[in-house]
Nanobody, 120 residues
Framework: QVQLVESGGGLVQTGGSLRLSCAAS????????MGWYRQAPGRQRELVAV???????NYADSVKGRFTISRDNAENTVYLQMNSLKPEDTAVYYC??????????????WGQGTQVTVSS
């Protein structure tokens, strides 16, 4: 199937920046969309940002103007540049990818998650 490997989380002070990366591998035929979700303790997983193969993006209102999602289609990699971080951005961030593998089978894969902690 398709595996996602994330990197780039860590501890940062309020106002700081982090860049998350997520690389997809496997028998990928096409990836329609890649995105980032997050889950804080005691809360449901929520969408942070998503980008389609054509470059269209969508962001949660809470991160607009601070986070930027980008994608390298040739490398099947998605990035999340996070600036002006706030304590409320603290969460486990998960990468997601949807598309086709082995030419015709749909996949909807998740990464293992990477912790982002913003100290006040």
């Amino acid at each position: 199937q398709v595996q996602l490997v994330e990197s780039g989380g860590g501890l940062v002070q309020t106002g700081g920046s982090l860049r998350l990366s997520c690389a997809a591998s496997g028998s990928i035929f096409s990836i329609n969309a890649m995105g980032w979700y997050r889950q804080a303790p005691g809360r449901q997983r929520e969408l942070v940002a998503v980008i389609t193969s054509g470059g269209s993006t969508n962001y949660a209102d809470s991160v607009k103007g601070r986070f930027t999602i980008s994608r390298d289609n040739a490398e099947n990699t998605v990035y999340l540049q996070m600036n002006s971080l706030k304590p409320e951005d603290t969460a486990v961030y998960y990468c997601n990818a949807r598309g086709l593998f082995n030419y015709k089978f749909e996949f909807n894969s998740w990464g293992q998650g990477t912790q982002v902690t913003v100290s006040s």
